[in-house]
């Protein structure tokens, strides 16, 4: 062989000796300019690459911190040796009002609605920035009584004007509280179904007291400004009267329901403060009690049509019936809280406030987000809400951005009552499937991480995307608007598209407005976003989805 053949095939060699990927021993990290010398970070509750651990065939499965297990469970052993009973449990749910409308999240102040005492307890509980609800009102609330999403529970949409579909028949928290000894109260907001199975009293709440449909129910078609067509027509007017639905504040025991006044455009101001005064009289009614309490109280404001009353009228500097409704809800939230403290329940009270959903964008004026959609849709705008946990000397003052889905209040709420792990599976009939995760540890440890691994997205019956830390694709999405090209659009006048060409997803830190695409730079994050919707998708073989409420 030539010198310069050798020289050649020496050269050959090297070449592929160079090309040819290095032993997985040595597969190092680097760039198009080389190996880089960066260390690198984990960071908590970032679970994307990791397995989570499955603890019943009828639950969800969780990402484990057995310390922070401990953590939690030690402080709620030393509680209910100091009170003699297990913690009560307050749950505020506003309607309608978005991520951003509370100072906590950015706005207050700076959107002409201040909120100091939300504010407040926010920063010296646990805010989580991550909070999911459902796109619409009754969805939510029905999965937080009931520890499912809707494709489980079935109530897909808000059941209006006497329609049929609601909580009858399904295992809810307030039943289950009730079972271990809780006094179970519900305020306010119920919106869960007015056939006789799917009433509070049925459900589980020893009392309740509030309207039981959907809110501008009761104001819309008076107002002879914003529905001349019906206010304006005797006719039309009287048959609104004749819907089969209860127009009346209803107070409900076991029993039935026993109407208490109307709602007009009158009473329908003090709504929200004859509310409270029932829940604190409530409050201070069980200071005294061996048993411990359990409630929900769920807000009128701020859904529109808003009327605020003569005290909080142009009390916002933004001076808008929305931002007056903000200011009141700040001053719900309170007293509610100042209840509990000059009764002497507030270190033994979890305090739990968030939104049904985020803001409602087709009647103006309505709530803030910084993120793309509105309300109806699952665009973060629409379901991502402000949420924060407060619990006096429980709960270390933090903000955390470790997921957090409505559905785990169920299994949570259980938590504190005693109820934990697989056992929460086995208070539910073997066909029902529990969607929630146990989150006690994630808020009353000090480490702070969520126990959940992802956020599942439904839209009706759609599966419409999956969130794992901070990536989300999407596979059905709502464009509001590609019907209406003007006017106020969003989630409910807008189309659905359930076909977006398997690429869309979304870096939600460096993108939360939803507007850039990163799926075709990313696929191996999107690989397990793919997998983790696979998966569910074999929950729902084994747990079919609950098709009353289907839209034909």
């Given at each position: 062989?030539?010198?310069?053949?050798?020289?050649v095939?020496?050269?050959?060699?090297?070449?592929?000796l160079?090309?040819?990927?290095?032993?997985?021993?040595?597969?190092?990290?680097?760039?198009?300019?080389?190996?880089?010398?960066?260390?690198g970070?984990?960071?908590?509750?970032?679970?994307?690459?990791?397995?989570?651990?499955?603890?019943?065939?009828?639950?969800?499965?969780?990402?484990?911190?057995?310390?922070?297990?401990?953590?939690?469970?030690?402080?709620?052993?030393?509680?209910?040796?100091?009170?003699?009973?297990?913690?009560?449990?307050?749950?505020v749910?506003?309607?309608?009002?978005?991520?951003?409308?509370?100072?906590?999240?950015?706005?207050?102040?700076?959107?002409?609605?201040?909120?100091?005492?939300?504010?407040?307890?926010?920063?010296e509980?646990?805010?989580?920035?991550?909070?999911?609800?459902?796109?619409?009102?009754?969805?939510?609330?029905?999965?937080?009584?009931?520890?499912?999403?809707?494709v489980?529970?079935?109530?897909?949409?808000?059941?209006?004007?006497?329609?049929p579909?609601?909580?009858?028949?399904?295992?809810?928290?307030?039943?289950?509280?009730?079972?271990?000894?809780?006094?179970?109260?519900?305020?306010?907001?119920?919106?869960?179904g007015?056939?006789?199975?799917?009433?509070?009293?049925?459900?589980?709440?020893?009392?309740?007291?509030?309207?039981?449909?959907?809110?501008?129910?009761?104001s819309?078609?008076?107002?002879?400004?914003?529905?001349?067509?019906?206010?304006?027509?005797?006719?039309?007017?009287?048959?609104?009267q004749?819907?089969?639905?209860?127009p009346?504040?209803?107070?409900?025991?076991?029993?039935?329901?026993?109407?208490?006044?109307?709602?007009?455009?009158?009473?329908?101001?003090?709504?929200?403060?004859?509310?409270?005064?029932?829940?604190?009289?409530?409050?201070?009614?069980?200071?005294k009690?061996?048993k411990?309490?359990?409630?929900?109280?769920?807000?009128?404001?701020?859904?529109?049509?808003?009327?605020?009353?003569?005290?909080?009228?142009?009390?916002?500097?933004?001076?808008?019936?929305?931002?007056?409704?903000m200011?009141?809800?700040?001053?719900?939230?309170?007293?509610?809280?100042?209840a509990?403290?000059?009764?002497?329940?507030?270190?033994?009270?979890?305090?739990?406030?968030?939104?049904?959903?985020?803001?409602?964008?087709?009647?103006?004026?309505?709530?803030?987000?910084?993120?793309?959609?509105?309300?109806?849709?699952?665009?973060?705008?629409?379901?991502?809400?402000?949420?924060?946990?407060?619990?006096?000397?429980?709960?270390?003052?933090?903000?955390?951005?470790?997921?957090?889905?409505?559905?785990?209040?169920?299994?949570?709420?259980?938590?504190?009552?005693?109820?934990?792990?697989?056992?929460?599976?086995?208070?539910?009939?073997?066909?029902?499937?529990?969607?929630?995760?146990?989150?006690?540890?994630?808020?009353?440890?000090?480490?702070?991480?969520?126990?959940?691994?992802?956020?599942?997205?439904?839209?009706?019956?759609n599966?419409?995307?999956?969130?794992?830390d901070?990536?989300?694709?999407?596979?059905?999405?709502?464009?509001?608007?590609?019907?209406?090209?003007?006017?106020?659009?969003?989630?409910?006048s807008?189309?659905?598209?359930?076909?977006?060409?398997?690429?869309?997803?979304?870096?939600?830190?460096?993108?939360?407005?939803?507007?850039?695409?990163?799926g075709?730079?990313?696929?191996?994050?999107?690989?397990?976003?793919?997998?983790?919707?696979?998966?569910?998708?074999?929950?729902?073989k084994?747990?079919?989805?609950?098709?009353?409420?289907?839209?034909?």
């Amino acid at each position: 062989m030539s010198l310069r053949a050798i020289r050649v095939l020496s050269l050959a060699l090297a070449l592929l000796l160079w090309a040819a990927p290095a032993p997985a021993e040595e597969n190092i990290r680097g760039s198009a300019t080389g190996p880089t010398t960066a260390k690198g970070y984990n960071h908590p509750n970032q679970y994307i690459h990791m397995n989570p651990t499955a603890i019943a065939p009828n639950m969800e499965p969780v990402m484990p911190h057995p310390d922070q297990d401990k953590q939690a469970r030690a402080k709620l052993a030393a509680l209910e040796k100091k009170y003699g009973k297990k913690p009560n449990i307050l749950i505020v749910v506003l309607d309608d009002v978005g991520w951003m409308d509370p100072g906590f999240n950015g706005g207050g102040v700076a959107v002409g609605n201040a909120t100091p005492k939300m504010d407040k307890l926010a920063g010296e509980g646990l805010i989580l920035t991550s909070a999911y609800s459902q796109p619409s009102c009754s969805p939510t609330r029905a999965t937080i009584l009931t520890g499912q999403l809707p494709v489980h529970h079935g109530v897909l949409y808000p059941p209006m004007y006497g329609q049929p579909g609601g909580l009858d028949g399904a295992v809810t928290v307030a039943q289950l509280l009730h079972d271990r000894g809780y006094v179970t109260q519900g305020v306010g907001k119920w919106h869960m179904g007015e056939n006789d199975g799917s009433l509070p009293q049925n459900v589980g709440f020893d009392d309740f007291y509030g309207f039981l449909s959907v809110s501008d129910m009761y104001s819309e078609w008076r107002d002879v400004y914003f529905n001349p067509e019906i206010a304006l027509s005797p006719d039309r007017f009287k048959a609104m009267q004749n819907l089969p639905f209860n127009p009346n504040v209803v107070h409900c025991e076991k029993g039935g329901c026993k109407n208490v006044r109307l709602i007009d455009l009158s009473s329908i101001k003090d709504l929200d403060q004859d509310w409270l005064a029932y829940s604190e009289k409530f409050i201070h009614k069980m200071a005294k009690s061996p048993k411990p309490f359990f409630l929900y109280h769920g807000t009128r404001g701020c859904h529109f049509d808003n009327y605020p009353n003569d005290h909080y009228a142009g009390l916002s500097a933004a001076r808008t019936v929305y931002s007056d409704c903000m200011i009141e809800m700040d001053d719900v939230v309170g007293r509610l809280v100042k209840a509990l403290e000059d009764t002497g329940q507030l270190e033994n009270t979890l305090v739990f406030f968030t939104s049904d959903n985020g803001p409602e964008g087709e009647v103006d004026p309505y709530g803030r987000t910084p993120f793309r959609g509105y309300k109806g849709t699952t665009w973060e705008g629409g379901v991502r809400v402000p949420t924060f946990v407060y619990w006096k000397g429980m709960i270390n003052p933090g903000k955390s951005e470790g997921l957090f889905d409505m559905a785990d209040l169920f299994p949570t709420t259980l938590s504190l009552a005693g109820v934990t792990g697989a056992d929460i599976g086995k208070l539910v009939p073997k066909d029902r499937y529990i969607d929630g995760i146990d989150q006690a540890s994630f808020l009353l440890g000090n480490e702070q991480l969520s126990n959940r691994r992802s956020v599942l997205y439904w839209m009706f019956l759609n599966f419409a995307a999956v969130r794992m830390d901070e990536f989300k694709l999407h596979r059905v999405v709502q464009v509001t608007d590609a019907i209406n090209q003007k006017g106020w659009n969003a989630g409910f006048s807008g189309a659905i598209m359930d076909k977006t060409g398997g690429m869309v997803m979304y870096n939600l830190y460096t993108n939360p407005q939803e507007d850039a695409s990163i799926g075709i730079r990313h696929i191996p994050m999107q690989s397990y976003l793919e997998a983790e919707m696979k998966r569910y998708a074999a929950v729902l073989k084994k747990f079919p989805p609950k098709l009353d409420m289907a839209r034909k």
